[in-house]
């Protein structure tokens, strides 16, 4: 039933075990790890640092950089901050829709792509802009985001 490795968080837990305080990380470091936290996750965590559950799940929803669904391999955050918004952040969604062929939130059918809307992404000098694994690319049109997502998609670096 139970197919998580734990063994890979078993270090993560010790290195922090004790330590008051230390849920976020302990969740950060189990979300890098395994790419999104399941309530299976959650339930060993909590079992291992002796949190209750309720206070384990808590931090986990309450903080929107934790990730209770799976996602693809490349996670893009479109942001709709009022200065994307102002400039053009809609025909951005609307490109990433297009191409993916996805809703919000879903993962594309190879894996490859999950695309979230956040309220900013604090690079408004470079709006309409979008994050994928980290990495902002600003200033888009909806032909230069496809552009971006088909270089991905092939392998290619975008620049």
Not at 8 to 19: F, I, M, V
Request: glycine content about 10%.
């Amino acid at each position: 039933m139970n197919d998580i490795d734990f063994t890979l968080l078993a270090p993560r837990l010790e290195k922090h075990k004790g330590e008051a305080g230390s849920l976020i990380a302990v969740l950060q470091e189990a979300q890098e790890l395994y790419g999104w936290l399941s309530p299976e996750l959650l339930a060993h965590v909590a079992e291992e640092t002796g949190i209750p559950p309720a206070k384990v799940m808590g931090v986990a929803t309450f903080y929107a950089q934790f990730r209770l669904k799976p996602v693809g391999k490349n996670l893009i955050l479109l942001c709709q901050g009022t200065a994307c918004h102002v400039n053009g952040s809609a025909e951005i969604e609307k490109a990433v829709r297009d191409y993916l062929g996805v809703e919000e939130g879903e993962i594309t059918p190879d894996g490859l792509f999950t695309y979230n809307s956040v309220a900013c992404l604090g690079c408004c000098s470079l709006s309409p802009v979008m994050m994928i694994n980290s990495k902002a690319y600003g200033n888009l049109t909806g032909a230069k985001t496809v552009e971006v997502l088909e270089k991905i998609k092939s392998g290619v670096d975008a620049k």
